[in-house]
């Protein structure tokens, strides 16, 4: 075991005619990822005729997804699946990979770690040959220890869990835990966001505990001070007043937020609702909040969270990324999910291509080969350029921050 410090829906797309779509262009305006990939639940593609088993065996790759399709955090595995269905449209109507086509199956794990492992063996009966997820950490950490006894490769586009990239064959696309706590007191200090600092942050959670302490580390090399450290749980996150007056009371001028978009747009609503108006900070689990139903976008105005991705970038990949997101998905702006599980495909092609794989390989062979072409490849993607791979499994990118202004990610770089 190796460990880092760092950081059911079927989408078949049956060879060919993935091809023939793509290069027609006939985006689908559903935000149903089912209806997205014109494939019905049971597996059947409506719009090209064929099944999820339309190939053979041996005719394509097959790469399994899992992450949350339904529930609170589904926001997170729709991002994830859409995007992931445009690479793979695009990698196809490009020729494939090593002459072969991507074919692409998700599956719902409702963000919960045991049917992570349900989906993950709904996908490995369906063939795949690679796990691009899980998209969240708990259900991502329950899935490597099936992935590591399969030696199946794993590449999570977002579970960002230290525990997520623990073994050879675990990498991940997205900064982790402590990458984004050590990361956000960076950006802080040299960006004097902020002098007296209060954090609030989930003791029940991997994900927020984790960047809670790697945050108070780094802070300890940076101006400014943290003055209140506050802790909630799943079973009470519907009440902040305890908290907020504490970070009030200790005359904290910024909030720290590592977690998730849910409890955040409650905290802005009580903090708004108390008369208390600090600079709120986040990370990439607060990338979601715009989208929470009847929330008031305008308390958001003003939140910053460090992202390696921003949707408003000029840059001619994002342009056109963001562009097929929204023709295909009712104008919906795209989250840095999405971006991470978009770079994850690409990722995953530029290791298959490095590493001169065929579809007739066995898992484990595959496996043994991405693991080693995961170190030697680089990729331009949306979420950094040069983007590269260590021995831990960790990506090498630069971070970004954004802003919400009217209602909209702005690139604070």
């Not at 494939?39 to 790759?61: D, H, I, Q, V």
């Not at 003055?227 to 009470?236: K, L």
């Not at 908290?243 to 802005?268: M, T």
Request: hydrophobic share 40%; aromatic share 8%.
């Amino acid at each position: 075991m190796r460990k880092s410090f760092k950081k059911a829906v079927s989408l078949a797309v049956a060879a060919m005619m993935t091809l023939t779509m793509a290069a027609c262009g006939s985006p689908s305006t559903s935000n149903d990822p089912t209806q997205n990939a014109g494939t019905t639940a049971a597996g059947a593609t409506e719009n090209s005729g064929t099944t999820a088993a339309g190939g053979t065996e041996k005719s394509t790759f097959k790469i399994g997804i899992i992450g949350p399709l339904t529930g609170d955090a589904a926001i997170y595995g729709e991002n994830v699946v859409n995007a992931a269905q445009i690479a793979v449209d695009e990698i196809n109507a490009a020729g494939g990979v090593n002459g072969f086509m991507l074919e692409i199956n998700a599956q719902d794990d409702e963000h919960d770690a045991e049917k992570s492992v349900n989906a993950y063996n709904s996908v490995k009966d369906w063939g795949a040959q690679m796990i691009l997820g899980s998209v969240t950490s708990v259900p991502c950490i329950a899935v490597t220890e099936k992935t590591k006894a399969d030696n199946m490769f794993q590449l999570t586009p977002s579970g960002s869990a230290v525990e997520c990239a623990k073994y050879a064959n675990n990498f991940r696309v997205c900064f982790s835990d402590p990458d984004q706590g050590a990361a956000s007191a960076r950006y802080i200090g040299e960006n004097n966001l902020g002098t007296k600092v209060a954090v609030i942050y989930d003791s029940s959670t991997v994900y927020s505990t984790g960047i809670y302490e790697s945050f108070v580390q780094g802070a300890a090399n940076q101006k400014f001070e943290i003055v209140a450290a506050e802790a909630f749980t799943a079973d009470n996150a519907t009440d902040f007043s305890v908290q907020l007056q504490k970070a009030k009371d200790s005359g904290a001028d910024l909030v720290f937020l590592p977690i998730y978009y849910q409890a955040a747009s409650l905290i802005l609503a009580q903090a708004n609702s108390m008369g208390y108006a600090p600079v709120f900070f986040g990370v990439d689990g607060m990338d979601g909040i715009l989208s929470v139903e009847n929330f008031d976008k305008s308390l958001a105005e003003g939140v910053m969270l460090l992202t390696p991705f921003a949707a408003d970038a000029k840059d001619d990949l994002t342009v056109k990324f963001v562009t097929t997101y929204q023709q295909r998905h009712n104008n919906a702006i795209p989250n840095q999910f999405a971006a991470d599980a978009y770079d994850g495909v690409y990722a995953l092609k530029a290791a298959l291509e490095k590493a001169g794989a065929t579809p007739d390989m066995s898992v484990s062979d595959l496996c043994e080969a991405l693991k080693k072409a995961m170190l030697e490849i680089s990729i331009d993607g949306l979420t950094g350029a040069g983007i590269t791979w260590n021995e831990a499994g960790e990506p090498n990118k630069e971070p970004k921050a954004v802003k919400i202004v009217d209602g909209v990610y702005v690139s604070m770089d």
